[in-house]
Antibody, heavy 120, light 107 residues
Framework: EVQLVQSGAQVKKPGESLRISCKGSGYSFTSYWITWVRQRPGKGLEWMGR????????NYSPSFQGHVTMSVDKSINTAYVQWSRLEASDTAMYYCARHIVASTRTHDYWGQGTLVTVSS | DIQMTQSPSSLSASVGDRVTITCRASHSITSYLNWYQHKPGKAPKLLIY???TLQSGVPSRFSGSGSGTGFTLTINSLQPEDFATYYC?????????FGQGTKLEIK
């Protein structure tokens, strides 16, 4: 069974750093990209970017470029997104999703979400 | 960036109704269009990919159509579990933008 299991909720202060994770299981982790999606409170879904676990190539939405960094540890089938300096506007639910690059180009399995709260 | 515009932004309907949600792309995205269902506190769920292909396990009352810049999601015979927010997303070119969502509520 394909699963993406994300790390737990986090409460941080502005200016702090954070890394959240997404662990894949039940499939070949390096055969699918991982996408990250943000949902701010009361708002819609926003595509942040994606990373290829096979070669670590990543590309970001311009809205997130330079503010977050995506990474992967292939040895433990885990993808990460990290912030070096959080802002209050980063308060959101973050989802990872498995991304099929060829053919359908869709996102077929999703993690349960990680709630990040940034508040002083 | 490719802009995705969904309409309506909200919709009230009754169990058993047929509803249609529209998604328009600012540029042609051929058929690289996905539809997701999202319920509060849950992960988004893929319903339709490639504009009209039903994801495995999704009930056949859901259907999608369109190509180029205009797409529709139709739900026949609404069931209680269908009340949720629906998003379209283009995966033609990065950034893979979503529509703003359509909240489907019980009338």
């Amino acid at each position: 069974e394909v699963q993406l299991v994300q790390s737990g909720a986090q409460v941080k202060k502005p200016g702090e750093s954070l890394r959240i994770s997404c662990k894949g299981s039940g499939y070949s982790f390096t055969s699918y990209w991982i996408t990250w999606v943000r949902q701010r409170p009361g708002k819609g879904l926003e595509w942040m970017g994606r990373i290829n676990p096979s070669d670590y190539y990543s590309n970001y939405s311009p809205s997130f470029q330079g503010h977050v960094t995506m990474s992967v540890d292939k040895s433990i089938n885990t993808a990460y997104v990290q912030w070096s300096r959080l802002e209050a506007s980063d308060t959101a639910m973050y989802y990872c999703a498995r991304h099929i690059v060829a053919s359908t180009r869709t996102h077929d399995y999703w993690g349960q979400g990680t709630l990040v709260t940034v508040s002083s | 960036d490719i802009q995705m515009t969904q309409s309506p932004s909200s919709l009230s309907a009754s169990v058993g109704d047929r509803v249609t949600i529209t998604c328009r792309a600012s540029h042609s995205i051929t058929s690289y269009l996905n539809w997701y269902q999202h319920k509060p506190g849950k992960a988004p769920k893929l319903l339709i990919y490639a504009a009209s292909t039903l994801q495995s396990g999704v009930p056949s009352r859901f259907s999608g159509s369109g190509s180029g810049t205009g797409f529709t999601l139709t739900i026949n015979s609404l069931q209680p579990e269908d009340f949720a927010t629906y998003y379209c997303q283009q995966t033609y070119g990065t950034p893979f933008t979503f529509g703003q969502g359509t909240k489907l509520e019980i009338k």
